[in-house]
């Protein structure tokens, strides 16, 4: 399948076929395609929170139970969903995590260039803390994950929904996310449409490319 193809065929499904289910070999890669997610200065921002049984979904779906019904009935007929959280505070324990994670994998030819990584992305965490924008900035990054994962689910023939309709207040606390320093920012249920998913035969609908782009 052409890149095109894939772009035009995924949409965001509204009914899933609660009786299917993601083979875990594809799930698996489907959770590769966010830990290899890029980030600036490679921060890695992010958390993400798998659930993959009712006991899991439930919980999740206490969040959408209120104001969200229809968001709530994807969650529990999907196979998989996954909380994509954002970390509200990058402290020198994390960066180092990074750091040292970085050194395993053989990313620092000398000693000077580990000590140049850090010192380059710890002055980008100083300047939004200065700023007290590090959430902010945290939430762009994740958004960027949101889109590997989106386009990734296409590739492999998988149905997604990103959610935004819930309440994070409520999720956050279900999840114990606060005293974590992260935040719930986006749901994404995956798994395969329902035969009556009314979204399923609807022509796909964007702007034109050239109301959408221009050049410098």
Not at 105 to 125: A, I, Q, Y
Not at 184 to 203: E, K, M, Q, W
């Amino acid at each position: 399948m052409t890149l095109r193809k894939i772009l035009s065929h995924r949409y965001a499904t509204k009914s899933y076929d609660r009786t299917k289910r993601i083979p875990e070999c594809v799930f698996a890669e489907l959770l590769e395609a966010l830990r290899l997610s890029p980030s600036s200065v490679n921060c890695q921002p992010w958390h993400f929170i798998v659930a993959d049984d009712e006991k899991g979904k439930a919980r999740i779906g206490k969040s959408t139970e209120a104001a969200f019904r229809s968001n709530h009935t994807k969650i529990m007929d999907s196979s998989h969903t996954i909380v994509l959280c954002a970390r509200t505070a990058l402290p020198e324990t994390f960066l180092e995590t990074v750091l040292e994670q970085e050194q395993e994998d053989g990313r620092f030819p000398t000693e000077e260039s580990r000590l140049m990584t850090h010192k380059v992305r710890s002055g980008f965490v100083k300047l939004h803390q200065q700023y007290g924008s590090v959430s902010a900035w945290s939430q762009k990054q994740l958004y960027i994950a949101l889109g590997f994962l989106l386009l990734s689910a296409g590739f492999l023939k998988i149905d997604a929904t990103p959610i935004e309709g819930f309440d994070e207040d409520l999720l956050n606390e279900e999840l114990g996310l606060k005293e974590k320093n992260l935040t719930a920012c986006v749901i994404v249920t995956l798994g395969y449409r329902d035969a009556c998913d009314v979204n399923a035969t609807l022509p796909k609908s964007r702007l034109s490319e050239e109301v959408l782009i221009s050049r410098a």
